[in-house]
């Protein structure tokens, strides 16, 4: 789309001709309008936003109010409830026939009106700004016996969710966006293809090749998940609800395919100007980076998108409450982080107290105490809201003081210094065990290509089932191969705990890591060393260097890049490790990425997860950067 | 003559040092699989009663068991499909893509291709909330076609990046001689130059593959409502054997069962996957 002014067409198209090009261009300008079209229908139709703007379907707690005035004065009338499906009453147990007696604070007498009633569990006397969106409900229900059996219930209620956020979550940014921008630029393309330029017919063949591919996938999505007849069913598939689900798109594509043939039969006779290289090139580029670039904003722009969105809300999965903004609430709680100084407990003789393994038993900290203090004076709503500065690890500074870190969302803190820790001893012990694997297998030796096969193993076998493996080989009894072994070899006199608690996890998790992934840091190592000419070596002994002082002398400087690259490469690994820690460890003592995991999933905290998400993100982020320019002055 | 003797004693000595760090390096990569080996063919009860380094009395009971095991099959079946559907995916898409990067001059290719590079750093766990939405707005929540979308993210950046170097490497001619012989730019990439990376794409269809058949957090995530489409990874760590206590042995036997293809597969492609693997990390 390099020239704006219309070429010529080579000569005076029929009248036919003249038809199917206005057609072409009509079908395309069609196509850009009907973009905008769709973007507005999706948004007008939207179940949130309709919900947002007018109030939620099922006002209240989902029930339905009928007074009931039993006749001849045998018994006052009384409030009998009846539930909505879809709303929260029948979730909370109410039965049909329910009497209702008491709402929040107020008593339902049999003289109020039912409007009254419906008013007081209808949702609009609560104000948006209330933080539990649960009514208090109060009912007798009849018993076979003719009594009643008084029952008082919490139940939530059906609010609206709000706008703004209701749309982010549903729409985000980029994707509209990208709609819009698709569409104009569709539009123009009609526009000119009408004036029959030939630049816009050749870029209208690659718009329409891949919206008729587009069609394609979504006709195999719509059959393949409406032939299962949605989510995952156990009912067999019905190829029937599939074809119909296909079938509209199916027939979209035909309009399509013949505008694309005619048009790129067109392109031959039709239009007029040799196409420059440079536009032909950019033309062919893009019409080949399409679908990847489609796929990557699908599988991990739009997705990090909606991360990044979520991370500012407090969403949590089937909540009945709706999601709301709460800023930068979710990070200042995972970052909060307070220093503080601490005695250790003295015993009597005035020592440290220690326990039995031989860690310092420490007093409380300052602030510790004063939030204790604090929390006690709170009502218990608030206290129930509260979140307060934990332990997250104390280090000793002298024989009896510490400096206590101490940390809102202490796990968090904790699973962020193990991640660390863990990154920073695994990759150092990779490079220098993988260095001494690459120098060994670089030198000649007979065997040398067996050695590098053997080296392979460990990096084809899956991280889980080598997580499993070592966990059997790590058990903490006589079963264990590992406390076998040390044993028979006099190193160990009884079974060690290697994963527990009070084991030497830690150091477990990093052997097992490093044995994966040694094998892959020797062959990028291997790689590096093969580039470095043989006659430097000899120069360099010429020169009477031995062979530790050709190492660092020759050796070392010249792998540097591979070994700049294959840090970064490991450390990115490293950083966001999740199989071995989810495999052998439990959840108290998380990588940030288990954390994350166990936020969600156990957690259900969508929001709070999201938020983990991104400042995981945020930290790879950087090191991706340091990578690529690596890369790219090695590229240079 | 001393010194001689004494420079010869020198020389066995590093010998000797030499070879033992070779059989200390081939223990240390070696044993762990070879364990698990000698464990799958000791029953579940002699595993439980104390460790041994070989089996005391060879038995195949566990390989039958899970063999015949419906469930276990599937996985490895789940496993297979989901990782071949969603490296052809990232090849055929990614082979595009590469040669464009790799053999089109036009503006904004670097930006591209770093973006890509970038892209194979991408930290799955940092979007899995938001996956997780999209993919139960798609409908595919519970399903291996969802494992089959979100693999995309690892497989396809790693793809277009080793295969734009592939194409990069390739001589220049190999267009201009078919152009002036009237192919069209897409006859050129389809006829000739797919053909000649057909080894490359074998290299990185193979790397992809691996990485998505050993892929757990997604196929955790999306697989924890409905155990049928369960990947051998997630039916590996959530192993609940066929029966009896704790399945140490059958567990150790799955894990040789799913470790074998990989193996097989990586031992006749060896010298491929090294180039490949160095070539995904080092060069551009």
């Known amino acids: 789309m390099n020239s704006d002014s219309p070429a010529p067409i080579r000569r005076e198209p029929t009248n036919q001709e003249a038809l199917a090009l206005k057609l072409v261009s009509g079908l395309l300008m069609l196509i850009g309008i009907l973009a905008f079209v769709y973007l507005g229908y999706a948004i007008a139709t939207n179940d949130d936003l309709r919900q947002a703007v007018h109030g939620p379907d099922i006002p209240g707690i989902g029930v339905e109010i009928v007074k009931v005035e039993p006749e001849a004065g045998a018994e006052p009338s009384y409030f009998e409830m009846q539930p909505i499906p879809g709303g929260e009453a029948i979730a909370a147990g109410v039965l049909q026939g329910d009497r209702l007696t008491r709402v929040d604070d107020t008593d339902i007498t049999p003289d109020m009106s039912i409007e009254q009633v419906r008013v007081l569990i209808a949702e609009e006397d609560v104000p948006r700004e209330r933080d539990d969106f649960v009514i208090a409900i109060e009912f007798l229900r009849p018993q076979e016996d003719g009594g009643f059996q008084s029952i008082s219930r919490s139940v939530p209620k059906n609010v609206a969710p709000i706008f703004i956020i209701a749309y982010l979550q549903n729409f985000g940014i980029v994707l509209p966006l990208l709609v819009i921008v698709l569409g104009v630029l569709i539009l123009r393309l009609g526009i000119r293809l009408w004036r029959g330029d030939s630049p816009a017919a050749r870029w209208a063949t690659v718009a329409l090749l891949w919206m008729i591919v587009g069609l394609v996938v979504i006709a195999i999505r719509n059959f393949w998940v409406d032939g299962k007849g949605g989510l995952v069913t156990d009912q067999p598939f019905n190829f029937l609800n599939g074809l119909t689900g296909a079938l509209p798109v199916l027939i979209a594509i035909i309009p399509l395919a013949l505008a694309l043939r005619w048009l790129s039969g067109a392109l031959n006779w039709l239009f007029l100007s040799e196409e420059t290289l440079s536009s032909r090139n950019t033309r062919f580029a893009w019409s080949l980076l399409i679908p990847t670039l489609a796929a990557l904003i699908l599988v991990a722009g739009q997705p990090l998108e909606q991360t990044f969105i979520t991370s500012l809300t407090d969403d949590t999965f089937s909540a009945s409450r709706p999601v709301r903004f709460v800023g930068l609430a979710n990070y200042t709680n995972l970052l909060s982080i307070q220093l503080t100084t601490v005695d250790c407990r003295k015993d009597n003789s005035g020592q440290c107290e220690r326990t039995p393994n031989g860690s310092i038993v420490w007093e409380r900290s300052s602030i510790e105490t004063e939030e204790a203090e604090r929390v006690r004076q709170l009502s218990r709503q608030e206290r129930q809201q509260f979140v307060r500065f934990q332990e997250v690890s104390t280090i000793p500074i002298s024989a009896d003081r510490g400096v206590r870190i101490l940390g809102k969302d202490a796990i968090f803190l904790t699973a962020f210094g193990n991640t660390v820790w863990f990154a920073v001893i695994s990759v150092t012990l990779e490079l220098i065990l993988g260095l001494i694997i690459a120098l060994v297998i670089n030198s000649a030796f007979r065997g040398r290509g067996l050695m590098r096969t053997a080296m392979l193993v460990p990096w084809a076998i899956p991280t889980v089932v080598a997580a499993v493996l070592w966990q059997t080989i790590l058990r903490p009894d006589q079963t264990g191969i590992f406390n076998k072994l040390l044993m028979d070899l006099g190193l160990l006199d009884k079974p060690q705990q290697w994963l527990a608690n009070t084991g030497p996890w830690m150091a477990s998790i990093i052997a097992v890591d490093v044995w994966k992934t040694v094998p892959f840091m020797a062959l990028l190592l291997l790689a590096g060393l093969q580039t470095i000419p043989g006659d430097i070596y000899e120069a360099a002994a010429v020169d009477g260097a031995n062979r530790v002082h050709q190492f660092f002398s020759v050796t070392l400087p010249l792998l540097r890049p591979t070994i700049a690259i294959a840090l970064i490469f490991r450390t990115l690994d490293a950083l966001r490790v999740f199989d071995v820690f989810q495999v052998l460890l439990d959840t108290t003592r998380p990588s940030m990425a288990t954390y994350n995991f166990d936020r969600l999933v156990a957690g259900r905290l969508a929001g709070y997860a999201s938020a983990v998400g991104v400042l995981i993100f945020i930290m790879i982020f950087i090191f991706t950067v340091i990578y690529v320019r690596i890369v790219r002055i090695e590229h240079t | ?284």
């Open chain 2, 1 to 284: 003559m001393n010194d001689r003797l004494l420079s010869r004693l020198q020389h066995g000595i590093t010998r000797g040092l030499f070879w033992a760090l070779v059989l200390a390096i081939a223990v240390y990569t070696m044993f762990p699989f070879a364990y698990a080996i000698s464990i799958s063919f000791r029953t579940n009860a002699q595993v439980l009663i104390g460790a041994r380094y070989l089996p005391e009395a060879p038995t195949l009971v566990n390989y039958e068991g899970l063999l015949r095991s419906e469930a276990f099959m599937r996985t490895m079946l789940n496993s297979s499909i989901v990782a071949s559907v969603t490296v052809i995916l990232a090849l055929v898409v990614g082979s595009f893509a590469a040669y464009a990067l790799g053999r089109v001059q036009f503006r904004g290719r670097l930006a591209i291709l770093y973006l890509v590079l970038a892209m194979t750093m991408f930290p799955q766990i940092s979007i899995l909330s938001g996956l997780f939405r999209i993919v139960t707005d798609l409908g595919i929540y519970g399903s291996t076609l969802s494992l089959m979308f979100t693999y995309l993210i690892f497989t396809l950046p790693f793809t277009v990046w080793v295969l734009t170097s592939f194409f990069k490497g390739l001589p220049a001619e190999i267009e201009q001689a078919a152009l002036v012989d009237g192919a069209t730019p897409f006859q050129t990439f389809r006829l000739i130059l797919v053909p000649l990376t057909a080894p490359a794409l074998v290299t990185t269809g193979l790397l992809a593959f691996i990485a998505a058949w050993n892929e757990y957090l997604f196929a955790l995530t999306f697989t924890l409502i409905n155990p049928e489409a369960r990947t051998v990874p997630v039916a590996i760590a959530n192993f609940a054997g066929l029966g009896y206590e704790i399945p140490v042995a059958e567990r150790m036997t799955a894990t040789v069962i799913v470790t074998i293809p990989v193996l097989v597969l990586v031992l006749i492609f060896q010298r491929r996957i090294i180039e490949g693997l160095t070539a995904g990390a080092v060069k551009g």
